[in-house]
Structure formats: C-alpha cells, structure tokens
C-alpha cells in the first residue's frame, strides 16, 4: 500500500517531543487523545473530516512511541498508512470506545497524572475507578494552544490547500454570469476542487448572490443569478487534513455600489494587515479593519470577527476578534476576512490566509486580481 | 426573503408538544438547547452541516413559542427563513455564547428545574450562579430518543435526499471505467448531487478503489481504477437539513470472486431486513446479517455494525450493533449496510435506507440494479 502521504517521521517525532514537554511542564506522566485533531496531530493517522473518524493516542515518556486505538473498520487503512513510531491497537469488534480505551489503559499500567484533552465525567469517573490515577487533568487548552503554532511541514499542507482553493475560486469567475443557478456554480467550483486535490471539504461551500449576499453562511440555492448582482464564493477544502479557507466577492457586470464596498472591504484587509506581527494581541487588527471601515460609515455592517487560525480544524485558535485574549504568535496561520453585510442589499466578504512571523506576515494566498 | 424552505408552523408546533411532554415526564420548567440538531429540530433554522452554526433554542410552556439565539452574522437569516412562532434574538457583537446565553436566561427569568442537552460543568455552574436554578437535568438523551422516531415531514426530506444521493450513485455508474481515477468519479457525483438538490455533503465523499475499497472510511484519491477492479462508492447529502446515506459497490469489468461477496453482502441485508419491524431489538438484524455472512464464511470480514438511523444527523439512533440497547420503532430511519473486507484485495458494502412500521419496513432508497 502507497505510503505517499504518510506524515514524515521527523515530524512526527517532533510533535510527540512538544506533547511531551508540555505533559512534562504539567507534570504529567500519561496524555490520552481523544479530539480527533488532536490524534492526527500525534499520529499522523488520516482522522479529521466529516465525520471525523473515532480513535484515541495515549502518549508517554514511557512508551516507544505513541498508541493509536481505533475501530475494527480502520485497524487496517490505520497501520498501511501511518509512521512505524506508531502502534496501531484495534477495538474488539461491537466494543463501546470508552470501554475499549479504559481496557487499553490498563493494559499499559497507566497511573499517576493523566492529561486528557476530553475531560468529560464519564472519562474521569471512568478512568479514577479503573487505574492508579491520582489526578486528571485537562489538556484542552495547552494542547489547542500548541497547536497553533505550526511547523514547516503544516505551512506547506496549507499551502498547497490554498493553491487548490484558490483554483476553485478562478473557477467560480469563469463561470459566474447572468442566468446561472448558485448551485451551477457550486457544482462547477466543487468539481475543480476535486480534480486539483481537495480529499474533501472544509466545510460547506457558500455561493450566495443578491440580497442572500448579506446572510454570512448561506448555502447555494437554484436561485438565478442577475446582471450587477453580488456573489459571495467562499470556499475551504482538506489536503493532507489540512484546511484552507478563502473568500471572494464578483460582481456579475457592474454595481457602482457594490465596486465601493469592496474598496471599503479591501481597505480594512490592509489596515488589518498592517499592524500584524509576532507579540501583537489578536484583537488589534480586527480593532484596526473595524476603524477603517468607521471612515467609510460601514462599520456597523461588519457582523462578525475578522478571523481565526487554520490548521487540522478549520476553526481553531488564534481568535482575531474584539473579545479575543491571545497573541499572534511566529508560526500561526490565520485568516483575514473583513466583510460588510446590508440587510436587504448586498453583502462583501474577503478573505485571505497568512502566515505570522517576527516583523510582520508573508503570503499563504497569493490569488491577485480576483 | 422567499419562505418556500421554512418548516410548515404544524410541523413546528408538532415538535414543542412533543419536547414540552418530554419535560413534563421529566418534571422541567425550561429545555434548553445547544445541540445544532435539536435546535434545528426546535426552530427550524438551518444549523446543522459542516460546521454547524452556532446557535441556542429556549423552549418553556410559559414562553409563546420557542426563543432562538443566535451570533450577530446569523440573525438576519434566522429573522428571514424562520416560522413566526419562533422568536430570534442576537447575541452582542463580540460577546462570549456561554455569556450571551446566560444574558437571556436571567432576562427571561429562567428558574426552577432546567433540563440540558449539552450539560458541561461551565454550563451547569453558569446556570446555577446566575439564576434560581433548583435543579439542572441531562436531557441529551431524552431528546435524542424523540428525534429518533420521524414525523411525515421528516421522512419526506429524508426521502428528497435520498433521490439525489440516487443521482449521485447513477452518476458514479455512468463514468466508472478503465483509466479514470477516483478522484475523477468524486467530481463527477458531486457535481451531480449539487445539480439535483443537495445543500451540502452529509459525509465526506468515499470512492475507494481496489485494494483501498477493503478500507471502509477510504477517501478519494488520484489512484487510477484498472480493469476488474471493485469501486466502493458511498454517498450523503442534506436536504432541507435531512441527510441520507447510500452505498453501491461496482465492478469495473468482471471479477468472479467479487460478485460471489456482492451476492453474499445482498444476502445479508435481505436476512437483516426480513427481520426489521417495531419492537424488535436493533441487535437482531445485526446478528441476522452476520449468520447470513456466516454460512459463506465472511462474518469475519463484516468489521463494523449493520446500520444506524438517519435524520438531522446523518449518524443517530437506534444503533443496528450487536451490543445495541435499542429497539426498533415505527418511525425510525436506519440505514441497513452490511459490509465484507478482505484485506489487500477488495471490500464490498451495499447500504440502503428504509422506514421502521408496524408489520415491517418500507423502502426509501429505491434504486435497483446497482
């Protein structure tokens, strides 16, 4: 079996020895995984997506290198395709997860201070009745936390996610024109998507065109699109697990006040951009896209946060928004993504993908023009 | 705004009857939910997909109807699509949900006992700091078992989706040959689903050819299908929120031994199903199956369970397995999808999806000859 895509040992290696350092400045002897990020993240094991696999990684200091427990329906694609650092250990067939990882646990003795990263009741409840664990502890946080800053191996996943969007955003301006259905040119951009790489996609594509321009999240309808009407595209895809996530906003002939819009909206990506960097607290840009689209009296239009990391989720942390306490850091990946939305009207949105380093950000989507 | 995707007010109205006596039985003043699907179900709004909206539903038989909650980019959406009897309200633009929930609890003076359906500690701290809560009661599994008998409305969306998944899977058959690759088949059925009416993707897209066909959860890839080769293609979409899930396995050509299992795999689901009526345990047509599997020496290759039921999530109860707790209800939609994996040469899955009834079952997937 191809192991093409299996993640680098190197890699891998260098996850576990951050899991390990973390579990170590906690004070932990044991991390057990249950967020399937976060399993990919120490395993390699292909198990984000929708819906995202089950499976579980117990890592320690004390072990060899980490265990990935799963169904009977995956122990096979699980061992072709993951790095020889991992074991792969299967569920017996009918098994109940919690059941089946409580039995992995005792199998290996584990005790002491266990880092989970699900910290539900049943787990604790589960694990204090059936092991030597002093204390549980939940590693959410840190393990969400480490995630965030991305290795080079995760930049270029990223990458090459963005160069499949940005093919389905080209796609969406050869096709978009008067006559067409939202759901043509869903079904055309999805198309490209495929063929250029996308393993699946993000999340669910939007396509929305005259006044469903302005509901953020609507999905495509048979609604026919009209001469000087809006059409908000936005589109994420998976490569290698790995997310990307783009927006652009066509007008299909001509809009004068649509054209002033998107100056506005391009506007607050530059002014956000400007004051991006390494040590720089997330909420400032979206403080400075907001500012600029006041001078332009659109701010009351821009209904939601300018941005948030990409990674193994689609979603996940650093969060550029007004209430946001973290730090842009060297090595988060986020997105940029201003937009005004007039009840009724229209709505704007664009959104571009960057990578944060010392003096300031370099370029994951590079689609000019669009 | 068009109206033609609201959930009929009946329907509406049908749904709180049946979550106010499910409170009621359980002694609740107020049902509070943050489920996607059981928000859904409650208000009609489309939040369930990938990823889900965030957004809250407050059900009271002291309310008038029911109270949607949603973050500022949804609201207009929500005020647009929803029924009258749902009430939309907003949370503050940059506010936390945990603290914009709690913001409308205390306006609407919510006391007493409050059943959950997603009850974290910080929830349940959250409600008892800040409100006369007397009592806070885990109503997730309640709620689940309630949406897992359908009502006509819901079999009916069911059934829409199911015709496009049909499309999809005659689609697949239509470009399956020598010399394309998976990835290829993938664009070509996707295409085909948005064109006849999917909102989006119930699961990631699996076409797994050849030796990958053994791996149940196998994405596409760029592999190139050779002559005999078997295709697994399992496909879901939403429609009006509703998945459906189907899968078909094709021979590209012929290949003796895997029409032998295909015969095997229809074996299977027909032993399954002549079992499959109310009140029978969901074990049953698991362990039928498997006999069948038996006497041609497969079972050991059927590595994952019969089937499970569809709805608003494309994975609900009742749970086809053998170690089911569940019994079969008139007004269940399940899957039946027995399975055979044979490592290293080929796997072979047929998935249909039929309607629980009293004396038996009906078909909603109806597509023959595939």
Redesign the interface.
Known sequence: ?SMENAVPERVIEDRLKRILDLASREGLEYVLLAQPENVQYATGF?VV???P?TAYALVAESLEGPILMV???????AV?TVSPLVKVVSFK????PLKALLRLLVEYQVRGCVGLDLCT?EMADGLRAKLEVREVKDLNDGLLKLREVKDSYEVECIRQATRVVEAGLQRAYEVLREGVRE??V???V???L??E?A???A???IVASG?RS?????????RVIKRGEVVVVDLGVRVHGYCSDMTRTFIVGENREASQVIAAVKGAQEAALKVMRDGVKASTPDAEARRALKEKALDEYF???LGHGVGLS??EGPAL???SNDVLREGNVVTVEPGV?I?GKFGVRLEDVVLINKGGWSRISRLEGL
Do not use: C, Q
């Open positions: 079996m292909d997506g929708n819906p696999k169904p009977p329906l995956e122990y096979k694609e072709d067939l009918g098994e109940k009741r759901v043509d869903a079904a055309e999805e198309r490209a495929r063929i790489g393993e699946g996609m999340f669910d594509t006044p302005a509901y953020p999240h609507a999905k495509p309808t048979k209904i939601h946060s689609v979603h928004s007004s209430s939305y009840p």
